[in-house]
């Protein structure tokens, strides 16, 4: 594997965090670890993303946003990478893509808050996303509805695989994703941000 590329075996099962984390918070943090024990994964890679496409304004400079995931995120089996800066590419379908031929044999599992999944299809090649790798969905505070009535959801309803067998999602056959309801910490980035609490 090429130097500064995190590392997996064959048969692993990793979870991908992807976002701009700007900047990285105890929500990130708490969502990971209950994705880690709900969904059956080896680790997480935090994907630490050069930039939104779907923001107008950037983000802060990566290595500052690296330098804070790293502060607020310390766990053996979760790793902060900047993979996407690395390989650049620019959208998560294509990151998707690339990683899977990267890492043979290896499972990827893809990670959002249920925000994301209410917004999915906005997202590029939004259905190659739901059809190459398994979705992991977290509930954040008033997004649970929004994410369930989302175009998302409804395409793919019969691929769902219920929150009390969120244990399967790990080994599951795209397309597949799971909502899970976790206590959820009332934190984001743009509130941080709003409050003067993040200066990049």
Known sequence: MRQGFPTARSGEVIGLLGGSFDPAHRGHVHITLEALKRFG?????????????????????????????????????????????????????????????????VRFVWLMGADNLAQLHRWQDWRQIVETVPLGVLARPGDRISARMSRAARVYDTSRIPGRESQRLARATAPAWCFVNVPMIAQSSSEIRAAGGWNG
Request: hydrophobic content about 40%; cysteine-free; aromatic content about 6%.
């Open 41 to 105: 994964l080896t680790r997480v890679w935090w994907l630490v993303s050069p930039g939104n496409p779907l923001k107008k304004l950037g983000p802060a400079p990566l290595e500052t946003r690296m330098a804070r995931a790293r502060s607020v995120m310390q766990h053996p089996r979760v790793q902060i990478t900047d993979i996407e800066a690395r390989l650049g590419t620019r959208y998560t379908a294509e990151t998707l893509t690339t990683l899977r031929a990267l890492y043979p044999g």
